[in-house]
């Protein structure tokens, strides 16, 4: 049974940094794409980051680029969001997904690639 579990979430002040993380199990994580969702009330789910299966690509929204860090620790089934520079518009609950993949430097922004995904956690930023 695959199961990914977020955690991390809480309320923060603006200008705050969260580290957000994802811990997969009845999965091998080294063969899955990963990739951060998130959705604020009354709005689609959105892309946030990716990264590939081997860690050397990444890709973020632009809301996010240059505040937001994606990375992954294979070795023990994880993957991680670190948040900095946080928005009152940043609020949102964040949604872990994972995409099997054969491509080892393959990454995707459509949540429709996405095979399994955490049940959430939430980030609210006070402004």
């Known amino acids: 049974q695959v199961q990914l579990i977020e955690s991390g979430g809480r309320l923060v002040q603006a200008g705050g940094s969260l580290r957000l993380s994802c811990a997969a199990s009845g999965l091998t994580l080294s063969t899955y794409g990963v990739g951060w969702f998130r959705q604020a009330p009354g709005k689609e789910r959105e892309f946030v980051a990716a990264i590939s299966r081997s860690g050397s690509n990444t890709y973020y929204a632009d809301s996010v680029k240059g505040r937001f860090t994606i990375a992954r620790d294979n070795a023990k089934n994880t993957a991680s969001l670190q948040m900095n520079s946080l928005k009152p518009e940043d609020t949102a609950v964040y949604y872990c997904?994972?995409?099997?993949?054969?491509?080892?430097?393959?990454?995707?922004?459509?949540?429709?690639?996405?095979?399994?995904w955490g049940q959430g956690t939430q980030v609210t930023v006070s402004s």
């Open positions: 997904a994972v995409r099997r993949t054969v491509y080892s430097l393959s990454i995707s922004r459509s949540a429709g690639e996405y095979d399994y």
